[in-house]
C-alpha cells in the first residue's frame, strides 16, 4: 500500500517534524503551500507541491519551476478547498491507502476543524490519514479497532462522536470500560480514558469515531 506525507501549512515543530520524517519512508511528500518552506529550508525534496501559494512566496517556489520530478499544482486563492484538503485529494489520486499530515494542527481553530472534516473525506474514500504533532496522533474510524499499548502516540486514549452518535460502543482493555454504549455527540464523555491491557479493544455498531491518542 502506497503512502504519503503531507507537510501543510500550521504549527511545524522542527525538531519533532525532522525526528517523525527520518523514521518512516514515504512514497510521497507532500508540500502543501506554506509547508514548502520547511521543505526548503531544511533541503528535502517533495515529490508534488500543491496551493494557492499566498503563504508560500514565489522566491521559495520558483527553484522547482521546471522540473521533471516534481509535480505542482497551482490554484487560485479565491478557491472552494484550504491548501491540506487539495494536498490530501493529491495523496488519494496517487493511490495512497495511509496519510500522514504534519502542519495540519496550529493556532487557527477553524482550520483545525477543517482538517477533522479532512479525516473524515478520507475515510469515506477508503484511507488512513493521520493529524500527527508532537502531543497528538488524531483519525477516523467507522469500524472496530484495536490499540496496542505499546504503539500509543501518548498516555490517553479520547474518543467522540462524529457526524452523528455511536451506537454499540464496547472498550476493553483500558481504564474506563463500556458496554454496548452510546455515544452522543454533545458532551465530554469519551475523553481522556487510559489503556490498561497490552492491547485496547475498541467495537461499534454504527457511526464514525474521532480517535485522539495524546500525551501533555
Given at each position: 500500500?502506497?503512502?504519503?506525507?503531507?507537510?501543510?501549512?500550521?504549527?511545524?515543530?522542527?525538531?519533532?517534524?525532522?525526528?517523525?520524517?527520518?523514521?518512516?519512508?514515504?512514497?510521497?511528500?507532500?508540500?502543501?503551500?506554506?509547508?514548502?518552506?520547511?521543505?526548503?529550508?531544511?533541503?528535502?525534496?517533495?515529490?508534488?507541491?500543491?496551493?494557492?501559494?499566498?503563504?508560500?512566496?514565489?522566491?521559495?517556489?520558483?527553484?522547482?519551476?521546471?522540473?521533471?520530478?516534481?509535480?505542482?499544482?497551482?490554484?487560485?486563492?479565491?478557491?472552494?478547498?484550504?491548501?491540506?484538503?487539495?494536498?490530501?485529494?493529491?495523496?488519494?489520486?496517487?493511490?495512497?491507502?495511509?496519510?500522514?499530515?504534519?502542519?495540519?494542527?496550529?493556532?487557527?481553530?477553524?482550520?483545525?476543524?477543517?482538517?477533522?472534516?479532512?479525516?473524515?473525506?478520507?475515510?469515506?474514500?477508503?484511507?488512513?490519514?493521520?493529524?500527527?504533532?508532537s502531543h497528538n496522533m488524531v483519525y477516523m474510524r467507522d469500524r472496530q479497532f484495536t490499540v496496542?499499548?505499546?504503539?500509543?502516540?501518548?498516555?490517553?486514549?479520547?474518543?467522540?462522536?462524529?457526524?452523528?452518535?455511536?451506537?454499540?460502543?464496547?472498550?476493553?482493555?483500558?481504564?474506563?470500560?463500556?458496554?454496548?454504549?452510546?455515544?452522543?455527540?454533545?458532551?465530554?464523555?469519551?475523553?481522556?480514558?487510559?489503556?490498561?491491557?497490552?492491547?485496547?479493544?475498541?467495537?461499534?455498531?454504527?457511526?464514525?469515531?474521532?480517535?485522539?491518542?495524546?500525551?501533555?
Amino acid at each position: 500500500m502506497r503512502n504519503a506525507v503531507i507537510i501543510s501549512g500550521g504549527r511545524i515543530e522542527e525538531d519533532f517534524a525532522l525526528s517523525f520524517l527520518k523514521k518512516k519512508r514515504y512514497d510521497h511528500i507532500i508540500a502543501a503551500d506554506r509547508g514548502l518552506l520547511f521543505l526548503h529550508h531544511h533541503h528535502i525534496l517533495p515529490s508534488h507541491i500543491v496551493g494557492d501559494f499566498d503563504s508560500a512566496s514565489a522566491a521559495v517556489l520558483e527553484p522547482y519551476q521546471g522540473s521533471e520530478t516534481i509535480a505542482i499544482r497551482r490554484f487560485r486563492p479565491e478557491k472552494d478547498w484550504t491548501d491540506t484538503e487539495i494536498a490530501v485529494e493529491q495523496a488519494l489520486e496517487l493511490g495512497c491507502g495511509t496519510i500522514d499530515i504534519l502542519g495540519g494542527t496550529g493556532s487557527r481553530m477553524d482550520h483545525m476543524f477543517a482538517n477533522l472534516q479532512v479525516l473524515a473525506l478520507a475515510l469515506e474514500r477508503g484511507a488512513d490519514c493521520r493529524l500527527v504533532d508532537s502531543h497528538n496522533m488524531v483519525y477516523m474510524r467507522d469500524r472496530q479497532f484495536t490499540v496496542r499499548r505499546s504503539d500509543q502516540w501518548g498516555t490517553f486514549l479520547s474518543l467522540f462522536a462524529y457526524g452523528g452518535d455511536v451506537t454499540g460502543l464496547t472498550l476493553r482493555g483500558v481504564k474506563y470500560p463500556v458496554k454496548h454504549f452510546t455515544l452522543g455527540t454533545a458532551g465530554s464523555r469519551g475523553v481522556s480514558n487510559e489503556i490498561t491491557a497490552e492491547t485496547a479493544e475498541i467495537d461499534f455498531e454504527t457511526g464514525k469515531l474521532l480517535v485522539m491518542e495524546t500525551k501533555d
